[in-house]
Antibody, heavy 116, light 110 residues
Framework: QLQLQESGPGLVKPSETLSLTCTVS??????????WAWIRQPPGKGLEWIGS???????YSNPSLKSRITISVDTSKNQFSLKLSSVTAADTAVYYC????????WGQGTLVTVSP | QAGLTQPPSVSKGLRQTATLTCTGN????????AAWLQQHQGHPPKLLSY???NRPSGISERFSASRSGNTASLTITGLQPEDEADYYC???????????FGGGTKLTVL
């Protein structure tokens, strides 16, 4: 059974860079043709797609966030990562990683708060 | 970024049938269909249906999805208290090369 787990700091200061990693277990991130996604949910609000990456390194990003996003993959560690630069309070959210194609597997999510 | 349109809330009685809608356009819902996700407070979303009425294993047959043109629908029959949750639709938008979500529908079971 595929499992995803997000990890990273829960508190980030304004203007700094948010960094999260998703570790995939129970299957290889590079064994299929799936993309792997980052999705976030501000408190009390809906879901927002951030971007997705294939194990080959091919990426798609939300146009509204594209200039601030870096998504990378490390197949040797079965992980993919998100960096979001120049964060503000509006980036406070629960960040989820998911298998992109059908959104069939999700991590538990990690709350990242942007605050001084 | 253009998203999908869902009604903010739907209320139905116990054991009744609820139909939730999700409206997009020919580049997203009308192209590849929509996925439906259920989210209970404090939990990650759970996939109920993908690409129109393909149910993952373990999902009750009470949940069925369909599509007509650019509108996707999720029908939940025999409503139970545990069905009270937020429901999201999502689709890939080929013109934006982006995944888009609906704003979510809060289903209340009376």
């Amino acid at each position: 059974q595929l499992q995803l787990q997000e990890s990273g700091p829960g508190l980030v200061k304004p203007s700094e860079t948010l960094s999260l990693t998703c570790t995939v277990s129970g299957g290889s991130i590079s064994s299929s043709n799936y993309y792997w996604a980052w999705i976030r949910q501000p408190p009390g609000k809906g879901l927002e797609w951030i971007g997705s990456i294939h194990y080959s390194g091919s990426t798609y990003s939300n146009p509204s966030l594209k200039s601030r996003i870096t998504i990378s993959v490390d197949t040797s560690k079965n992980q993919f990562s998100l960096k979001l630069s120049s964060v503000t309070a509006a980036d406070t959210a629960v960040y989820y990683c998911s298998r992109h194609g059908d959104l069939d597997y999700w991590g538990q999510g990690t709350l990242v708060t942007v605050s001084p | 970024q253009a998203g999908l349109t869902q009604p903010p809330s739907v209320s139905k009685g116990l054991r009744q049938t609820a139909t939730l809608t999700c409206t997009g356009n020919s580049n997203n819902v009308g192209n590849e269909g929509a996925a439906w996700l259920q989210q209970h407070q404090g939990h990650p979303p759970k996939l109920l249906s993908y690409r129109n009425n393909n149910r993952p294993s373990g999902i009750s047959e009470r949940f069925s999805a369909s599509r007509s043109g650019n509108t996707a629908s999720l029908t939940i029959t025999g409503l139970q208290p545990e069905d009270e949750a937020d429901y999201y639709c999502s689709a890939w938008d080929s013109s934006l090369s982006s995944r888009v979500f609906g704003g979510g529908t809060k289903l209340t079971v009376l």
